[in-house]
Nanobody, 121 residues
Framework: QVQLVESGGGLVQPGGSLRLSCAASGSIFSIYVMGWHRQAPGKQRELVASISSSSTTHYADSVKGRFTISRDNAKNTVYLQMNSLKPEDTAVYYC???????????????WGQGTQVTVSS
């Protein structure tokens, strides 16, 4: 069993910055790809950014140049640094990770509970 817990969400003014973090815990053998998705009311959940175990990153076009994803393997944690925030960034942000546990050689997808990010003046 693995748990992903997000933190760092909140209310911020347009142009501001926020850093989200997601810590994985449990019987973890290895963590492969980690990423962030977001879902705004009435919209589909979309990939925001991802980072592989080799630190290869991908970003949605809408956040390129503004958001930075990183990871700390020693802490089983992934971060999302969000700069120059816009009202359209308002959404629930979900952490996602592909994880192999000590009792299962196959990796499974895990999701966090989500954290609200609101960008408003």
């Amino acid at each position: 069993q693995v748990q992903l817990v997000e933190s760092g969400g909140g209310l911020v003014q347009p142009g501001g910055s926020l850093r989200l973090s997601c810590a994985a815990s449990g019987s973890i053998f290895s963590i492969y790809v980690m990423g962030w998705h977001r879902q705004a009311p009435g919209k589909q959940r979309e990939l925001v950014a991802s980072i592989s175990s080799s630190s290869t990153t991908h970003y949605a076009d809408s956040v390129k140049g503004r958001f930075t994803i990183s990871r700390d393997n020693a802490k089983n944690t992934v971060y999302l640094q969000m700069n120059s925030l816009k009202p359209e960034d308002t959404a629930v942000y979900y952490c996602n990770a592909d994880i192999a546990t000590t009792g299962d050689p196959l990796d499974n997808d895990y999701w966090g509970q989500g954290t609200q990010v609101t960008v408003s003046s």
